[in-house]
């Protein structure tokens, strides 16, 4: 027989002591499971951890029973004991999903087993997708508003590094040598790729990170921009 989970968590003290303690989570859950006639019950608790963190002890010994198979329901007392954010929320409640077990949260009258269930899910998703939507349109007339003032938008190319204004490019010398030597090494010493690739690093010429590691795509790349402009 498969199990049902009583999943309990606390982020402190405090909770405990203002009557959400685990002990009194565990009571409600085990009278709900009475009453809907839910067996076979493991208690499984996070005690002073954050509902931000997803990757609680509990959280990750309901997901690997998951995996082999060893449950069919998961019981909350409320979907803020669960997760805190929509996103983790709808994350996890994906997986249940997928692994054909119910989800019931006390406290919500949440029981993926029924329609209205399987709908409160569905309008998360929708409230979470409107989410996402709108942070990408305030990012939009954010970035269009900077290239009406005149501000440069997105990454500066190698070679560059941007005024103190924001809007004009001015050369970077360090970055001009690193190109400068690409080219010549190509062109003149008809180095390969990987070569150049080996001497970038040997003679510690930093890249956009300020790192002096180099890639062939990276290399590949800057020569056919300023193949042409370099002489």
């Given at each position: 027989?498969?199990?049902?989970?009583?999943?309990?968590?606390?982020?402190?003290?405090?909770?405990?002591?203002?009557?959400?303690?685990?002990?009194?989570?565990?009571?409600?859950?085990?009278?709900?499971?009475?009453?809907?006639q839910l067996e076979n019950i493991?208690?499984?608790?996070?005690?002073?951890?954050?509902?931000?963190?997803?990757?609680?002890?509990?959280?990750?010994?309901?997901?690997?029973?998951?995996?082999s198979k060893q449950i069919d329901?998961?019981?909350?007392?409320?979907?803020?004991?669960?997760?805190?954010?929509?996103?983790?929320?709808?994350?996890?409640?994906?997986?249940?999903?997928?692994?054909?077990?119910?989800?019931?949260?006390?406290?919500?009258?949440?029981?993926?087993?029924?329609?209205?269930?399987?709908?409160?899910?569905?309008?998360?998703?929708?409230?979470?997708?409107?989410?996402?939507?709108?942070?990408?349109?305030?990012?939009?007339?954010?970035?269009?508003?900077?290239?009406?003032?005149?501000?440069?938008?997105?990454?500066?190319?190698?070679?560059?590094?941007?005024?103190?204004?924001?809007?004009?490019?001015?050369?970077?010398?360090?970055?001009?040598?690193?190109?400068?030597?690409?080219?010549?090494?190509?062109?003149?010493?008809?180095?390969?790729?990987?070569?150049?690739?080996?001497?970038?690093?040997?003679?510690?010429?930093?890249?956009?990170?300020?790192?002096?590691?180099?890639?062939?795509?990276?290399?590949?790349?800057?020569?056919?921009?300023?193949?042409?402009?370099?002489s």
């Amino acid at each position: 027989m498969k199990k049902t989970i009583i999943y309990t968590r606390v982020s402190t003290e405090l909770q405990s002591q203002n009557g959400i303690s685990l002990e009194n989570q565990e009571e409600r859950c085990k009278s709900y499971c009475l009453i809907h006639q839910l067996e076979n019950i493991e208690i499984i608790s996070d005690r002073g951890i954050s509902g931000k963190n997803t990757k609680r002890a509990g959280i990750q010994k309901i997901l690997k029973m998951i995996e082999s198979k060893q449950i069919d329901n998961v019981v909350v007392y409320s979907l803020s004991r669960f997760a805190r954010s929509v996103k983790d929320t709808l994350s996890l409640l994906d997986v249940f999903g997928k692994a054909g077990l119910n989800f019931h949260s006390i406290t919500e009258s949440i029981d993926t087993a029924s329609a209205s269930g399987r709908f409160f899910v569905t309008t998360l998703s929708a409230i979470s997708q409107y989410e996402r939507e709108l942070t990408s349109e305030r990012t939009k007339s954010v970035l269009a508003y900077k290239k009406q003032q005149g501000f440069r938008v997105g990454s500066v190319l190698f070679g560059y590094k941007l005024a103190a204004d924001g809007k004009k490019l001015l050369k970077h010398s360090e970055e001009q040598k690193t190109i400068q030597m690409i080219v010549d090494l190509k062109r003149k010493e008809n180095k390969s790729y990987n070569e150049i690739v080996k001497m970038l690093t040997e003679r510690k010429r930093k890249n956009k990170n300020g790192q002096a590691k180099w890639y062939k795509s990276s290399v590949i790349k800057l020569y056919k921009i300023y193949s042409v402009t370099f002489s």
